[in-house]
């Protein structure tokens, strides 16, 4: 490819409505361009990382064993109106009609659609297991789409099913999955960890996510050096408390009330009372599909409303407005609390609230707390459980020791499924004695578009991306530093023609710009490799081979040039494949 007629537009300036790194860069190095909110063009370089990235996720996923489909993005409303995710969807769907009226929609994911395709199928339990994947556009109206391709409204994702007749089954497609995703991420060279996730809207039980390491990333995750236990707060365990957590300064005086006038927050309850945060108890109402509940976390600890969700089995949850709050405690927001309120609704209490001795809770009156509360003597719950996010510092739930904090971006993610899908969709096989099950299911999903980005959130600099080889647009740039000069335009030519039979990936830089212009391109594109032709080693037949990562660089001679470069490029591929 010849960068003067490469369609690769770079900016010099920083795009004022980019704020993360990898949004800039792709900008700034012409890879993408915004169509409107959340939805991008690729341009040549940014398409040729998709397709690369593509390639390692079709053969780590080939090597599994999995079978590529490609199904349809628009879907009839009829097959997600059967598992009732025609509702719970909810706006992130994007919802059409046809010319005669009929509900359809762009699919934000394909469960439906491929357990359908299977059902119609596959009867016998001969014809398992099975793993299909497809890569293919998405659809999902994100509430914010953020941060370019990160998260965006149409997105390329690689998603893949697995159907077998019994757990067992499961367990090695969903292994096979586990590895290839382990290859591929490793393949992109990315820091990436894998953690225990939420289940979320999807269902199912076992699940994993794999996350790549990033300030920017969206989540916040937990992991233990000791044990190697990692989670995402969203679903991190609390390791159960042992000891009661006192204000050792203070004499037992039982409980009572006092008046807090105005005081609402907890740093104003506390600093008037001159309490550590973590001795009173917040208490949240909650509307749960429609019933009021109450939440009692420690007012250091945040509440985590995935797990409340699960331990109240309920579909929808909601904080309780004003009015609410009022009605079932009695008093205004600010000042509800748990001593008496299990009379009028249901508790579910943190079990590290539970161990506070002496809590300050509020007195369901206005204006009034109460200190020396205690959980079995003045108030108790009705469901003890594990509700509140964890944060790095707290114990590892498995070994006990400290949990370490990062923030991440997910890149893929595995569910077990069960039988969720293929119940409601009445996808059964026969076994050998002609009864009939449900497949087993599982499915497993890559966003390649995203992970494009995540590899430049962690390979860039101050100039621009640094590519690892496996996933750079072109491996090598060619840049003679004069094109008027006829003797380093022919020794460019030769380099670049014998790179190309090489099979390297090669960019001839052939515009007649200052050379000050082809290196801030080739900076900013972050062509790993850089072979610069100038005048300082030309008459002794050597030209500098640099790299962009550290800016090493060595000299060779014209006729080696293809030879190393190539060297180069295999030794760097075959650094990043797993054994
Ligand atoms: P998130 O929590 O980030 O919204 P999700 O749980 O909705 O993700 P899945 O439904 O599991 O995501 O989709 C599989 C993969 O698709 C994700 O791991 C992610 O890499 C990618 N993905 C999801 N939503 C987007 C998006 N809006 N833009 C780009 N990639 C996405
Ligand atoms: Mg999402």
């Not at 923030?407 to 004695?433: I, M, N, P, W």
Request: aromatic share 6%.
């Amino acid at each position: 490819m010849r960068m003067s007629q490469m369609f690769a537009p770079t900016l010099r300036e920083v795009p004022s409505e980019a704020d993360i790194p990898s949004h800039q860069l792709m900008l700034r190095a012409g890879m993408v361009r915004k169509t409107v909110s959340g939805v991008y063009s690729y341009l040549h370089l940014g398409c040729r990382v998709v397709r690369k990235i593509e390639k390692i996720v079709r053969e780590e996923m080939d090597r599994q064993g999995a079978q590529e489909v490609l199904m349809p993005a628009i879907q009839s409303a009829d097959i997600w109106r059967e598992t009732g995710r025609w509702d719970d969807y909810g706006s992130e769907m994007f919802r059409l009609k046809d010319r005669n009226g009929r509900e359809m929609c762009l699919g934000p994911t394909h469960e439906e659609i491929i357990t359908v395709t299977v059902r119609d199928e596959i009867r016998s339990y001969r014809q398992l297991p099975k793993i299909l994947y497809q890569i293919q556009t998405k659809y999902r109206d994100e509430i914010r789409p953020r941060f370019g391709v990160m998260r965006s409204r149409e997105f390329i994702m690689k998603d893949a099913y697995s159907f077998d007749r019994d757990n067992e089954g499961l367990d090695r497609s969903y292994e096979k999955m586990y590895e290839a995703y382990c290859r591929v991420f490793s393949r992109c060279g990315v820091d990436y960890r894998v953690v225990e996730a939420d289940a979320g809207a999807i269902g199912g039980s076992q699940n994993h996510e794999f996350m790549v390491v990033s300030e920017v990333g969206e989540d916040a995750l937990v992991f233990c050096d000791a044990c190697g236990y990692a989670a995402n707060v969203e679903r991190a365990e609390s390791a159960k408390p042992a000891e009661r957590v006192a204000d050792t300064e203070k004499v037992r005086t039982g409980i009572r009330k006092i008046s807090t006038p105005g005081m609402r927050t907890i740093e104003e309850v506390t600093g008037y009372l001159k309490v550590e945060p973590r001795v009173l108890l917040k208490t949240l109402v909650y509307v749960a599909d429609g019933t009021p509940v109450a939440a009692i976390v420690r007012g250091d600890r945040d509440l985590n409303e995935a797990k409340l969700k699960r331990v109240l089995c309920c579909r929808e949850l909601e904080l309780a407005t004003p009015e609410v709050i009022e009605r079932v405690s009695g008093a205004p927001v600010g000042f509800t609390g748990p001593v008496g309120l299990r009379e009028r609704i249901k508790i579910v209490a943190d079990w590290e609230a539970t161990v506070v001795e002496d809590a300050v809770v509020g007195a369901n009156a206005v204006d009034a707390h109460l200190v020396g509360a205690e959980y079995g003597v003045d108030y108790t719950a009705d469901i003890v459980a594990d509700i509140r996010n964890v944060v790095a510092g707290d114990a590892c739930p498995r070994c006990g020791a400290e949990l370490c904090g990062a923030r991440g971006v997910e890149v893929g993610h595995l569910f077990k499924l069960g039988t969720k899908y293929s119940s409601a969709l009445g996808a059964k096989y026969l076994d050998e004695g002609g009864v009939e099950h449900p497949i087993i299911m599982g499915c497993y999903g890559i966003g390649i578009t995203r992970t494009v980005a995540s590899v430049i959130e962690e390979h860039h600099d101050d100039d621009g991306i640094i590519w690892p080889m496996s996933v750079a647009p072109y491996q090598a740039v060619v840049m003679p530093l004069n094109t008027s000069e006829s003797a380093q335009v022919e020794a460019a030519e030769r380099i670049y023609s014998e790179l190309c039979k090489h099979g390297v990936e090669a960019v001839m830089d052939d515009r007649d710009e200052r050379p000050g212009v082809k290196f801030k391109d080739a900076d900013l594109i972050g062509f790993p490799i850089r072979v610069i032709v100038g005048p300082k080693h030309l008459g002794d037949g050597e030209v500098e081979v640099s790299m962009r990562r550290d800016g090493t660089v060595e000299l060779v001679k014209i006729e080696n040039v293809a030879v190393r470069v190539k060297e180069i490029v295999d030794r760097e591929l075959a650094a990043l494949m797993p054994e």
